[in-house]
């Protein structure tokens, strides 16, 4: 199982960013995949996770407004869409899976197993 975060970068309050994970080693049509984040000197916390099964999605009422998860299948992705970001919203953002796993809720309400590399998020005047 490999995840592939990318899309990370500096970008100033109100603004967008997108962040794509790259899914290989496992078929994007059983297991629930989410994004997580860690803040400085804050715990890691779930910001959105997807049921790829069914494509039911869960975000915590934090981001729920803002941000959205989607995947895309020919390409074996899973994107989050961040709008109207805020400074509090820096942080490092993983995406994780669970293999034995297939509900976007419980995933985002547990740990998962398997974790890619972070990509970086700063959100900055």
């Known amino acids: 199982v490999q995840l592939q975060a990318s899309g990370g970068g500096l970008v100033q309050p109100g603004e967008s960013l997108t962040l794509s994970c790259a899914a290989s080693?496992?078929?994007?049509?059983?297991?629930?995949i989410g994004w997580f984040r860690e803040a400085p000197g804050k715990e890691r916390e779930a910001v959105a996770c997807?049921?790829?099964?069914?494509?039911?999605?869960y975000l915590p009422d934090f981001v729920k407004y803002r941000f959205a998860i989607s995947r895309d299948k020919n390409q074996n992705t899973i994107n989050l869409q961040m709008n109207n970001l805020r400074p509090e919203d820096t942080g490092v953002y993983y995406c994780?899976?669970?293999?034995?796993?297939?509900?976007?809720?419980?995933?985002?309400?547990?740990?998962?197993?398997?974790w890619g590399m972070g990509t970086l998020v700063t959100v900055s005047s």
């Open positions: 997807l049921s790829t099964n069914n494509d039911i999605t």
């Open positions: 994780a899976t669970d293999l034995g796993q297939a509900s976007s809720y419980a995933l985002c309400h547990s740990r998962p197993t398997e």
């Open positions: 080693g496992f078929t994007l049509n059983r297991p629930a």
